[in-house]
Each structure stands twice: as structure tokens, then as C-alpha cells.
């Protein structure tokens, strides 16, 4: 099977300070990667699709500045919140496509906290 | 804008009843469907997959959908939930043309009562 982590599961951090999270593909390539943001009793809403060696593709309303993606590698792509905010606690989920296919892999997702 | 819609937020329903969780996607070009499923605590799971072919799919758990292109609809089925089946199910629809984007419903969360 495909399996995709997500590191921390959870994470609390102050405002202002920044936190990163990683998600990789385990057993597989993934040319793109994709990174979500649900919130309570929402869906999955896009946050930005990022593709190996080159720089993510925001979604609308979606701060670059402030949602750093870096997929350096065929099996690893990080999202850094920046001068993280109340606002920004949520639950970030991290998905991967593998070359070459349309099913995308899920990971388990990470609960930011900022308090 | 492409669009997915899932017509029931909240649905419960007793163990051996059956199931319709309806979804409709605004897309007319060629596209890739999906349910996925969410249970308490847990990442998403893939449901089941359409990409061509038959548009009756049968997916993982006894669960199905069907693909009616002329109502831009998949809807997901089952003849008969368990308890074991309560969790929130999403529809997806994805389209590789003009560039790689799963778009997805609002959920359904699905209560089974014992």
C-alpha cells in the first residue's frame, strides 16, 4: 500500500513563533504534494499543491508568506506556519500523489494548537 | 467555479438500514470521482475510486456508487450500515487537465445506531 506520514500529530506553539511539519511519502515517489486545511465539522478545504523542485501553487485567500511549502524531495514536502496566530490552530492534513496516478494518499493529519 | 455537493450533512440511521449519501460535482469535462471516509480519530480512507469504465463501482467495507454522467452525480450505497460505519464520508471529484485538483464535498457524518 501507499502510506503517508505527517510529523508532529500535534503540536502547540505560541503566537508569533513558527512551527513545521513534514509529510512523507513512505513507500513511494510523489511528483505533487498536497496540503489541506480542515476545520471543526468543515471539509478539507486546499491550501496549496506543491511539485517537487519547484515552488507551491497557493490557493486562493492562502498566504504564501505566511504558509511556507518546501518539497525538496520525491518523498518529502514541509509546511512552516509562520508567526503562528490563534487562528491558524486547525487541523493540517498532507497529501501525495504518486507519479504517474490519480489517487491521492492521505496522512494522518497534524493538530496545530497556538495559544 | 468546480464545485462538490454532498446533499445531507448529518445522517443517522438504525444498524441494517440502508444508505444513500448523495454527491453532484459542476465539472462537464472528464473527471475522477472518489469517497473517502473518516472515522472518529482516524486519517482519511479511501471508499472507493471511479475513473472509467463500468460506472457501478464497488468499493472497500460493501459500500458502492454509482456514476450517472448526465446528472453529474455519484452517489454512495449501501444495503445495510453497521455501527461499525459511523464516521464522516466525503465526496471527491479530481481532474487532471489544466492542472491537478481534488476538490471536496462538505462531508456527510453518518451516525449508526446500535
Known amino acids: 500500500g501507499a502510506v503517508v506520514s505527517q510529523h508532529p500529530s500535534r503540536v502547540i506553539c505560541k503566537s508569533g513563533t513558527s512551527v513545521k511539519i513534514e509529510c512523507r511519502s513512505l513507500?513511494?515517489?510523489?511528483?505533487?504534494m498536497f496540503w489541506y486545511r480542515q476545520f471543526p465539522k468543515k471539509s478539507l478545504m486546499l491550501m496549496a499543491t506543491?511539485?517537487?523542485?519547484?515552488?507551491?501553487?497557493?490557493e486562493q485567500g492562502v498566504e504564501k508568506d505566511k504558509f511556507l511549502i518546501n518539497h525538496a524531495s520525491l518523498t518529502l514536502s514541509t509546511l512552516t506556519v509562520t508567526s503562528a496566530h490563534p487562528e491558524d490552530s486547525s487541523f493540517y492534513i498532507c497529501s501525495a500523489l504518486r507519479q504517474g496516478g490519480y489517487e491521492q494518499y492521505f496522512g494522518p493529519g497534524t493538530r496545530l494548537t497556538v495559544t | 467555479a468546480q464545485s462538490v455537493s454532498q446533499h445531507n450533512h448529518h445522517v443517522i440511521l438504525s444498524e441494517a438500514a440502508s444508505l444513500e449519501l448523495g454527491c453532484n460535482y459542476s465539472y462537464g469535462g472528464t473527471v475522477n470521482l472518489f469517497w473517502y471516509v473518516q472515522y472518529p480519530g482516524q486519517h482519511l480512507q479511501l471508499l472507493l475510486k471511479y475513473f472509467s469504465g463500468d460506472p457501478l463501482v464497488k468499493g472497500i467495507k460493501g459500500f458502492e456508487a454509482e456514476f450517472i454522467k448526465s446528472k453529474f452525480s455519484f452517489n454512495l450505497r449501501k444495503p445495510s450500515v453497521q455501527w461499525s460505519d459511523t464516521a464522516e464520508y466525503f465526496c471527491?471529484?479530481?481532474?487532471?487537465?489544466?492542472?491537478?485538483?481534488?476538490?471536496f464535498g462538505a462531508g456527510t457524518r453518518l451516525f449508526v445506531k446500535a
Open positions: 513507500d513511494f515517489q510523489a511528483t505533487t
Open positions: 506543491s511539485n517537487e523542485g519547484s515552488k507551491a501553487t497557493y
Open positions: 471527491a471529484v479530481n481532474r487532471n487537465t489544466g492542472g491537478f485538483k481534488t476538490i
